[in-house]
């Protein structure tokens, strides 16, 4: 992704099979705008594509909450997916 950026301007959404609160500053810190945490919710993906590509994407971050992905995966709060 820093790549890309770097080259020019392009919205990213990580996907990810973490999601502690460490995996969303990296990912931020590399340039994505949102990250999901797998499995992907097709409904999820859905909004976060519309998010990044609004004309305001660039203004927020913004990130599937954590407590909703562990409990729907029965995993426990962070890197144990």
């Not at 999820?44 to 562990?70: M, N, Q, W, Y």
């Amino acid at each position: 992704m820093r790549e890309l950026k770097a080259k020019r301007a392009m919205p990213g959404i990580a996907m990810s099979g973490f999601g502690a609160v460490e995996d969303l500053r990296l990912s931020r810190e590399a340039g994505f705008l949102e990250l999901l945490t797998k499995p992907i919710d097709l409904n999820r993906l859905d909004a976060a594509i519309r998010r990044v590509t609004s004309h305001d994407a660039d203004r927020h971050v913004t990130t599937e909450p954590f407590g909703s992905i562990t409990e729907r995966n029965g995993a426990a709060p962070g890197r144990s997916n």
